[in-house]
């Protein structure tokens, strides 16, 4: 009986993932394959994406890969941990951030688009300096600077001290693929 149910179940999945298939096949002839994907990975909050992403030094497509990841471009998002706002930050790491701007700034400030961009950016662009390889950092943004440290240390995990081989989260391990591939699309389809 269990077995019939999960039977069932594959199918009645596999039905709705073929109707999207087709759905979205539809649209791509009536619309046109660059708008779907446009509508599917937009440009939101783009003033602030610029202005952060220039001022620490990342790429705009970084940015925006990691917010479309995080929140969906969702600026009232909260996490099930209690991450926050477009870049899903924690109130923690806000205000550790705020020792860096010198500001003081309630946690809800993170439900801001541009405070979340700035500090979000500002993030990455630490992490980056710590941890060049942007797979290495995505994983920090993720799973925390101390665990990827650690992991760093481990040989089971880097052969070099430097760069992951194997993340041992596996959520880790598919938030850091799926934002680095959303980032290919973001620069394929808006040459950024």
Known sequence: MAKRNRRRKRKKRGCGVVALLLAAALLCGLFGLRTVMRSLYPLRYDEFVETYTEAYGLEKSFALAVIKCESGFDPNAVSRVGARGLMQLMPETF???????????????????????RYGCLMLSLLLRQFPEPHTAVCAYHAGMGNVESWLRDPRYSDDGKTLKTVPFPTTAAYADKVLRTQKIYALLYQL
């Open 95 to 117: 205000r550790w951030l705020q020792t860096k701007t010198k500001e003081t700034r309630s946690d809800d400030a993170l439900f801001d688009p541009e405070t979340s961009v």
